[in-house]
Every structure is written in C-alpha cells, then in structure tokens.
DNA sequence: TTCGGGTACTTGAAGCGTCAAGTATCGGTA
DNA sequence: TACCGATACTTGACGCTTCAAGTACCCGAA
C-alpha cells in the first residue's frame, strides 16, 4: 500500500471550485429546461442528438452510448419521452431484438422551441464569461479529462457530432 | 426578442466535452465511493466539510450553502447518515429553530479510512492527466464559472476553507 | 403581550437513476 | 436443426433529490 499522496494547497483549491462547478452548472442547466421546456438536460441532451440525425432516428444502444447514459436510462427516459409524444419506438428491422427511437414530428418542434433559450443560458453561463484563449483552454482540459474518463477514444460521439438543433442548422 | 446566437463550431465541440466531464466525472466519482465507502460524493463531502471544522459540528443551514445543496436534501441525508451512526443532530442553543450535525466518532473513523481511496482516484483521474500549467488554467476557468453561478461571492466556502480530511491534516 | 411575517428545519410524495432480473433474439456450433 | 452463450432491450424495486407543505421558533411592532 503506497501512503497516500494528499492534494496540495493549490490542488485543494481547484478542486473545490471544480467541484462546486460540477454541481452547480448541471443545476442550472436542469432547472431552466425544467421550468421552460419540461425536459431534464438528459432528456433534451437525447431529444438534440436525434435531431441531427439523418432519419431523426437512433438505434437505442447507440443513443445511449452518445449521451453517456446507460441504456436503463435511456429505456425508462425513451418511455417518458414517447409518453409525452415527442418520440415513438420502431422494432429494427436488421435486429430483432434492438429498438429504434424516433423524434416524432411534435418532439421536433418542441426542441425547436426550447433551443434558443437553452442556448442562451449556456451561453451567458459559460462562454460569455471566459475570454476566447479561456474557450480553448478548457477544450483542451477537457480532451484530456476525457481520454481518461471514457477510454474508448476520449470522443464517444465521434461518429456523428455535427451540427445539431442547438445550432441553427 | 433578440436573435439566438447560435454556438460556432469551436464552442459546440468544447462544450460537447465539457458536457461529458460533467456526466462522466461526477459518475466515476460516486460510483468509487459507493462501491468502497457505502457514500455519496455528496455525503462524502458533508462528511469532510464537517471533519474540518472545529467541533465537527455545523449548522444544517451553513452546511447546506457550504456543500451547495438545498436544505431538504441536507436534511433527508443527515437522517441516513445518522441512521448509520456516522452524524448526530443537536438542537442550536443560540436559536431554537436550528439544527446541529455532529460528525461523531465512528463517522470521522469511517471518513478517515475511506479518504486515501477517494484522493487517489481524484489524483488519477484529474491531476494525473493535467499539467501543473493546465491545472493553474483550470483554477483561473473555474473561478470565473463560479463567479458567474454563485453571485454570492464566487467563494461559497469561504468561511471556511482551510485543511480537510482529504489533507492529512 | 400578543400578533404577524420571516427564518430554520423537517416531512411526504413524486420523479428520475441505478441495479438486478427478466424476455427475446442472434449467431456460432454440433 | 437444435442448442447455448452473448447481445439488446425492458422492467420493477429501491434510493436519492426535488418540490411543496408543514412545524417550530425568532423578532419587531402595535
């Protein structure tokens, strides 16, 4: 057994903040989507990734897998989510056993709706306060944070992140 | 109401990561101490917080804004950490209304032995992967995101701030 | 002194996530 | 063809968090 290496002074203190970040962004994140659109950042995490997709339909694991859920998660959400209209299930045709999650007409509209102000939230906590060599800073941080948080190649959506509903296309 | 301004290219693909540290990070987190310490992060950090002050003892009310939660579901953890003998509630002689959680003895004994655990993990799974430069960035990007998440002072602990049992001390 | 509004905390119900089973299907093998 | 271990997903129970009330106490004013 190693002795136990502590957090420096200075380490302690970026990790207060990371953490209190960690806590307190996904919060508000949460709470506006809640209040204006009623949807968990999960939910419209979900929702956006369907959107961009050609066909604005996903095979369930590969959804899961996308929004770092587990496919519980993803099956109990799903079924919310069909519940209120805005998605609907189709049996693969490929697969037997896979499901097929589809953003309904009425699910597309609603995150229409719900982007811009959900944008701006993130916008006004996030990117309005950091300076442009702050922005690249942290996508560096982050990059690497990921390559040892999801080892399978540190970008999980790397099959098919471009563009989505938050961005106008 | 003004037009949305849409994320570039650039701030999509750092917030995307940034997204996923933020699901993944916390996630690992709880998952190690649940496994090793039967504990949330968050109890983990109550835990902690109380360890480092004077007396072990804290107001619920105090504790709640240094931990960043709501005082329900302070209150609702106290109860199960004290079902597990780990705290223990005192009324506040200087006011009636309030509430004292105490960390007794056999719950600084189970903080102290599930600590080296959890530092590590913190080590390995953040200052391992960041250059000392890159954690100096990281504190000054933290800073600012607070800044802007927690109007009140940016520095919610800061009454209090100083060792922990994540320290040694 | 006794209201009355605020503060400190607790409580119960409802929602979401995890974990552990359960069901159905696939694919390779005999 | 009939098996058998994997895979894809679903389901139910349980735990934690939130939200909305509820209780108890404080304090200033009438």
New binding site residues.
């Given amino acids: 057994m190693e002795p136990t290496r502590w957090l420096s002074d200075g380490e302690q203190e970026v990790w207060q903040r990371m953490l209190a970040v960690l806590t307190l962004l996904p919060?508000e994140l949460d709470?506006q989507l809640?209040r204006d659109a009623d949807l968990?950042h999960?939910g419209y995490g979900v929702l956006a990734l369907l959107s961009e997709t050609p066909g604005r339909s996903r095979?369930?694991?590969e959804l899961a897998a996308l929004v770092n859920?587990?496919?519980?998660?993803?099956?109990?959400?799903?079924?919310?989510l069909e519940r209120q209209g805005w998605v609907r299930?189709e049996r693969?045709d490929d697969?037997?056993?896979?499901?097929v999650a589809v953003l309904t007409d009425a699910g597309y509209a609603h995150l229409a709706a719900s982007a811009p102000a959900h944008v701006a939230r993130v916008r006004s906590l996030v990117f309005d306060v950091l300076t442009p060599t702050q922005v690249a800073q942290l996508g560096t941080i982050t990059a690497a944070l990921l390559a040892r948080l999801s080892p399978a190649g540190g970008c999980p959506a790397s099959t098919a992140r471009r563009g989505n509903a938050s961005d106008g296309s």
């Fill in positions: 919060a709470g809640q968990t999960f095979r369930m694991s859920g587990s496919q519980s998660r993803l099956s109990h959400l799903v079924g919310r299930r693969a697969d037997g056993r896979g499901s």
